[in-house]
């Protein structure tokens, strides 16, 4: 274990990133910017589709547009630095920017988190109470289900973020690219093994019961689906279930692993890579896996741009 009682203070953290040899940094640049780009264009493309499209205003795609807000924050809090130090070596952030960037990271990691039990949720009520649907799910009902979230990401994130910033810290280099939990304690001059186990607890404890809700709503569903008459009844109800199990297996596997489970990633750097998982793959695969096997959005897509087409005919 590194002795930080040596150690001066210095005003600003530098973030590391990954190791790369300097003839490979331009590539990893370039990719990680493409990938950057066609995340943002994605997700603006859901968010833009659902509002011009008339067919597409229901629940579910209100829900899904409300992911696809997120992510582009979420993508937009750690990406930037991670370009930056592809390009220079490493980013210097200031305390303070370090410490916002952990809150929101993870507040917006936690909102995602209570999303995803939401879009269960609405899946679980518009297939096991179907005649009840559209009076449970009203729009007053899809607002408060919506912003709820936000309240308690943005809350729940308080307890980690806030405990992490008061540590004393001696060290400046941060082993990661952007401001995350572990990297920040492995810089402290004191012992943070409470202060982990309270990070633990808390994101640990959000996770599960979010991850068991989930699951006890597919259950149900499950159920339901399995009682159908026909064929295919059943796998029209399963084909707008699977985008979202797959995509929080995604992002609860990726998170359990990095922040609850396997000891020892943080020193192999191992968390690094994964942390690239939710971080900037799930982001950038959410439009294509609820866009590429979905016939509504597709015939959606072909309706705006038909209607595009004529008013360019016109001009």
């Known amino acids: 274990m590194m002795d930080h009682a040596n150690h001066t203070w210095t005003p600003n953290f530098s973030l590391i990133g990954f190791n790369i040899i300097g003839n490979l940094r331009p ?18 493309f859901i968010i833009v589709l659902v509002q011009a499209e008339s067919g597409l205003s229901t629940p579910m795609y209100f829900f899904i547009q409300s992911l696809s807000f997120l992510e582009l924050w979420y993508v937009s809090t750690t990406v930037p630095t991670l370009l930056h130090t592809f390009l220079h070596g490493c980013s210097p952030i200031s305390p303070a920017s370090c410490f916002i960037q952990l809150y929101v990271f993870h507040s917006l990691g936690i909102t995602e988190c209570y999303l995803l039990v939401v879009m269960a949720l609405d899946r679980y009520l518009a297939i096991c109470h179907p005649l009840h649907y559209h009076a449970l799910m009203s729009r007053q009902v899809q607002l408060w289900l919506a912003g709820a979230p936000w309240v308690a990401g943005f809350s729940a994130a308080v307890v980690p973020a806030s405990l992490t910033a008061t540590l004393p810290f001696c060290l400046k280099e941060v082993d990661h690219y952007f401001c995350d939990l572990a990297p920040l ?9 409470w202060h ?3 990070h633990i607890a808390v994101i640990g404890l959000i996770n599960v019961c979010n991850l068991a809700c ?6 149900g569903i499950l159920r339901a689906v399995l009682k159908l008459p026909s064929a295919a009844s059943r796998a029209k109800a399963f084909s707008t279930c699977s985008s979202h199990m797959t995509v929080v297996i995604l992002f609860f596997g990726s998170a359990f692993i990095v922040y609850v489970g396997v000891p020892g990633i943080q020193a192999e750097g191992i968390d690094k890579f994964i942390a690239l998982v ?36 016109g001009s």
Do not use: S
């Open 27 to 44: 590539l990893a640049f370039l990719g990680t910017l493409g990938l950057y780009l066609l995340t943002l264009a994605g997700n603006l």
């Open 196 to 198: 982990a186990q309270v």
């Open 214 to 219: 989930i699951l006890g709503l597919y259950g």
């Open 185 to 193: 304690m492995q810089l402290a001059c004191v012992d943070t093994g």
């Open 278 to 313: 939710y971080a900037l793959f799930t982001p950038f695969f959410n439009p294509i896996i609820y866009t590429l096997r979905n016939k509504e959005v597709k015939e959606a897509v072909r309706r705006v741009t038909q209607r595009i087409r004529t008013v360019l005919k």
